[in-house]
């Protein structure tokens, strides 16, 4: 079955960017949902921004837009999280996910933690100064 590995958090200053990773085996990520979802000390986890399988739609959290970009290459089975602009609010556990369904195929993708099947084991994003 699918796998989902993150890599690339660490420690970065406010304003600072980092590129995040999410390596995928066991199958293709080709008709595949997929999103990045982070989840803070003592709060809920919440999504970031994902793509449809589709690769022409995507969804992204109003307190991101602007600053991440989802991105992904399907020939090395990867998806990445472009962070720019990082504030000490995005101090999270970021996770990459995955769900595969037909009829969601054409269909924009959602940031409901609870519609994701596949989960990465998450990589620590700190920002501070």
């Known amino acids: 079955q699918l796998q989902l590995v993150e890599s690339g958090g660490g420690l970065v200053q406010p304003g600072g960017s980092l590129r995040l990773s999410c390596a995928a085996s066991?199958?293709?990520?080709?008709?595949?949902?997929v999103g990045w979802f982070r989840q803070a000390p003592g709060k809920e986890r919440e999504g970031v921004t994902c793509?449809?399988?589709?690769?022409?739609?995507?969804n992204i959290a109003d307190s991101v837009k602007g600053r991440f970009t989802i991105s992904r290459d399907n020939a090395k089975n990867m998806v990445y999280l472009q962070m720019n602009s990082l504030k000490p609010e995005d101090t999270a556990v970021y996770y990459c996910?995955?769900?595969?369904?037909?009829?969601?195929?054409?269909?924009?993708?959602?940031?409901?933690?609870?519609?994701?099947?596949?989960w990465g084991q998450g990589t620590q994003v700190t920002v501070s100064s």
């Open positions: 996910a995955a769900i595969f369904r037909p009829e969601l195929l054409f269909r924009r993708c959602v940031l409901l933690k609870d519609e994701y099947d596949y």
């Open positions: 066991g199958t293709t990520l080709d008709n595949y949902a």
């Open positions: 793509f449809s399988a589709s690769s022409s739609s995507t």
